[in-house]
């Protein structure tokens, strides 16, 4: 089994890293693979709602975007992590997820995610529900904790003296490492439910 992680900061190194890392560190001593996407910081297009995917694959999607894809899509579970930008999602983080969840197509259905967010101050709840709507909209099961993931620090490195922001963080570890654990047991004996038909009415009709 494997965790993948997606780390939305441009500073590899960083809060959000550490932050990843304390979540890795329980899911690894669980015996479950690990990986870290590295996204924020590099150059990364938004999504220009063509409908292109709806084969599965984005119009612009380059060497990178594909093995990202095949990653993310083969991984059991995802976590995705990002710093607080403005309170949300800083731009090249946005911009990769929307393509990479707009293309998917149910393919991250029943998945194990979490999101976490990471800031100096404010604006910590607002961007962990921003990431979690790619996460609930794509039909994953998204693992607890006994606080939302959010967790302070302003310098590299800073985040590792919010102790509470830790504990919550190896417990989300745990209960993702169950979860997964709980899908490996049972993935024979009892399959997925077939999705409902969709009644898709964009409101009006
Ligand atoms: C452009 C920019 C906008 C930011 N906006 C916020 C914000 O709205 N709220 C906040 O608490 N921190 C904000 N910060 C601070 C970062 O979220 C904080 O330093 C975080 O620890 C960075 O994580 P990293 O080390 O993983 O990059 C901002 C930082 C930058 C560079």
């Not at 996407?37 to 612009?60: E, H, P, Y």
């Not at 990202?68 to 090249?92: F, K, N, Q, R, S």
Request: contains cysteine; hydrophobic residues 40%.
């Amino acid at each position: 089994m494997k965790v993948v992680a997606v780390n939305g900061s441009p500073r590899p190194m960083g809060n959000t890293f550490q932050a990843i890392q304390t979540v890795l560190n329980v899911i690894e001593s669980a015996g479950i693979e690990t990986e870290i996407l590295q996204i924020g910081g590099l150059d990364i297009r938004g999504c220009i709602a063509c409908g292109g995917c709806s084969d599965g694959m984005c119009v612009f999607a380059d060497e990178a975007f594909c093995t990202w894809t095949h990653t993310l899509e083969e991984a059991d579970g995802i976590l995705l992590a990002c710093p607080v930008y403005y309170a949300g999602i800083p731009g090249t983080m946005k911009a990769f997820l929307d393509r990479i969840f707009y293309q998917s197509g149910g393919r991250f259905r029943l998945k194990v995610g979490a999101s976490i967010a990471v800031l100096r101050r404010s604006g910590g709840v607002a961007t962990f529900d921003q990431l979690n709507h790619y996460l609930l909209i794509s039909e994953m099961i998204v693992a607890p904790s006994f606080y939302w993931n959010v967790a302070h620090g302003r310098q590299p490195g800073e985040v590792l003296e919010d102790q509470e922001a830790l504990s919550v963080l190896q417990n989300l570890g745990q209960n993702m490492a169950y979860l997964l654990e709980m899908q490996r047991r049972t993935r024979d004996e009892l399959p997925p439910p077939e999705p409902v038909a969709r009644a898709w009415t964009n409101f009006i009709r």
